[in-house]
């Protein structure tokens, strides 16, 4: 069989070759390695948090964190529930990251929420609106289950579905947008949105910013990187332009 070929890349992170296949292995500096590990699930407490993957549709997961609400506490207790999308350029990163399950589980416990953190379809594979179907999927499993049509043992009996959030990182944080505004024209009832948090957003311009201009780069993450990432993850014929990267207007 003839070797394939690499046809496009984004340097350590992603390799797209000539016959369709991707591959995502981690090939950057392997001080960083130890953040793209998968953290299996565990439904044992550790420091104070449980997790467990939850299939709601066919082929669509989530990853669910509960923190202990501990001995004594109030039975009937209900906690806000945050959904997160994960960020990498809508073409890298996963809900089991090592650096996801470190920054979630602690939010789990200080902030006394479940946290359900939503495996994206990725790009170039699936472009966009794809990881945005993926997010607001979630949210109606969400409502799903606050109205009692389908049930998931942690979430149905201990959610507080008046008080839930989304939140997202970089690409992530575009999908707190896109989500939130899908969610604005959608009975949600009796689930209702808190709040959005959007962590530094990738919102962006085909014309570089004064910000983009002047700050410094990383070896992890240039300006160019971001620019292949969009252009292998937003829909054919978009540009960064759009109302997805640029949702203010060009």
Known sequence: APERRVVDEVSGWLRVY????????WVGPPEAKFMVEPVPAHE???????TRDVEFRSGSRVRVYMPDTGIGSDPNEKLPVILHFQGGGFCISQADWFMYYAVY????????AIVVSV?????PENRLPAAIDDGFSALLWLTSLGRGEAHESWVSNKADFNRVFLIGDSS??????EVAS?????DLSPLKLAGSIPIHPGICRVTRSRS???MPQTPFLTLDMV????????PIGSTKDGPITCPMGP
């Open 172 to 177: 992530g944080g575009n999908l707190v947008h």
């Open 18 to 25: 000539d016959d369709g296949s991707v591959d995502r292995s």
């Open 182 to 186: 899908r969610a604005g024209k959608t």
């Open 212 to 214: 983009e201009l002047e």
């Open 105 to 112: 589980t602690k939010l789990a416990r200080l902030a006394r």
């Open 119 to 123: 495996y994206l379809r990725l790009a």
């Open 44 to 50: 044992e407490f550790i420091e104070g948090v449980a």
């Open 227 to 234: 620019d292949k990432f969009l252009s292998l993850g937003l």
